[in-house]
């Protein structure tokens, strides 16, 4: 794979929608992702495709770990309040070569995966009382 023309940082600053931060969060969070989904031991080499979805889920469950109740606060102080926003984010990234993507993936798979209320406030105060 041939090295992007332009660095993050460039693309951060070109494109102003999201910070550093944030663009190097869901970049962590697809290499969490694939981790939390390898495939079987039978089948190490397999190529391993990260849907739109299973990234967001992974990414609330990062940003879980990583900020507990916090994690909502977190994203919103980025510019991301719906996982919308982590596929701007990941279409940025491809778009300028970081990422890659297969032919039927699209902005849309990012759309209403979750709402940011429900998965991470409602997550906490039902944890907390159970």
Same mark, same amino acid.
């Given at each position: 794979?041939?090295?992007?023309?332009?660095? &993050?940082?460039?693309?951060v600053?070109?494109? =102003?929608?999201?910070p !550093?931060?944030?663009?190097? $969060?869901?970049?962590? #969070?697809? =290499?969490? +992702?694939?981790?939390?989904?390898?495939? @079987?031991?039978?089948?190490?080499?397999?190529?391993?495709? &990260? =849907?739109? @979805?299973?990234?967001?889920?992974?990414?609330?469950?990062?940003? !879980?770990?990583?900020w #507990? *109740?916090?994690?909502?606060?977190?994203?919103?102080?980025w510019? &991301? /309040? /719906? +996982?919308?926003? $982590?596929?701007? &984010?990941? *279409?940025?990234?491809?778009?300028?070569?970081w990422?890659?993507?297969?032919?039927?993936?699209?902005?849309?798979?990012?759309?209403?995966?979750?709402? *940011?209320?429900?998965? *991470?406030?409602?997550?906490?105060? +039902? =944890?907390?009382?159970?």
């Open positions: 794979m041939e090295r992007p023309a332009k660095s &993050i940082e460039e693309i600053a070109q494109d =102003s929608r999201y !550093l931060d944030a663009v190097n $969060f869901v970049r962590q #969070g697809l =290499s969490f +992702t694939v981790e939390q989904l390898k495939p @079987a031991r039978n089948e190490p080499d397999k190529p391993r495709h &990260i =849907s739109g @979805a299973q990234l967001c889920q992974g990414l609330r469950a990062l940003a !879980l770990k990583k #507990g *109740f916090m994690a909502r606060q977190v994203l919103q102080n510019n &991301i /309040t /719906t +996982t919308r926003d $982590f596929g701007e &984010i990941v *279409f940025l990234l491809v778009n300028h070569g990422m890659q993507k297969e032919p039927a993936d699209c902005l849309e798979d990012f759309d209403g995966v979750y709402d *940011f209320a429900e998965a *991470f406030d409602k997550y906490y105060e +039902t =944890s907390l009382y159970e």
